[in-house]
Nanobody, 125 residues
Framework: QVQPVESGGGLVQAGGSLRLSCVAS????????VAWFRQAPGKAREFVAA????????KYVDSVKGRFTISRDNAKNTLFLQMNSLKPEDTAIYYC??????????????????WGQGTQVTVSS
């Protein structure tokens, strides 16, 4: 069974930083596309960032460009999201998503097969 597990969420003041992690075992992690999504209360799930199997290609939603960095450590089956200059509007549950294969860096949730339970990020003003 593939069950991504996120960690690293918490409460932080605006302007602060957090680093999210996601460990995904049970698959060939080093050959698949992975991504971060988020969902704020009352809103649809939103794409945040994606990274190719090698880490050489990344994609971000415009609202986080220059503030967030997605990366991966294939030797440890781990995905990261470094979040700097956090804003109250970044408050959401953040989900790790794993595609079944190496795909284009798509922002479409249905292209990702495995999802974590999420980790809460709260940014106070």
């Amino acid at each position: 069974q593939v069950q991504p597990v996120e960690s690293g969420g918490g409460l932080v003041q605006a302007g602060g930083s957090l680093r999210l992690s996601c460990v995904a075992s049970g698959l060939a992690f080093n050959s698949v596309t992975v991504a971060w999504f988020r969902q704020a209360p009352g809103k649809a799930r939103e794409f945040v960032a994606a990274i190719s199997w090698s880490g050489s290609s990344t994609k971000y939603v415009d609202s986080v460009k220059g503030r967030f960095t997605i990366s991966r450590d294939n030797a440890k089956n781990t995905l990261f999201l470094q979040m700097n200059s956090l804003k109250p509007e970044d408050t959401a549950i953040y989900y790790c998503a794993v595609a079944p294969i190496s795909t284009l860096l798509t922002p479409t949730p249905s292209n990702y097969r495995y999802w974590g339970q999420g980790t809460q990020v709260t940014v106070s003003s």
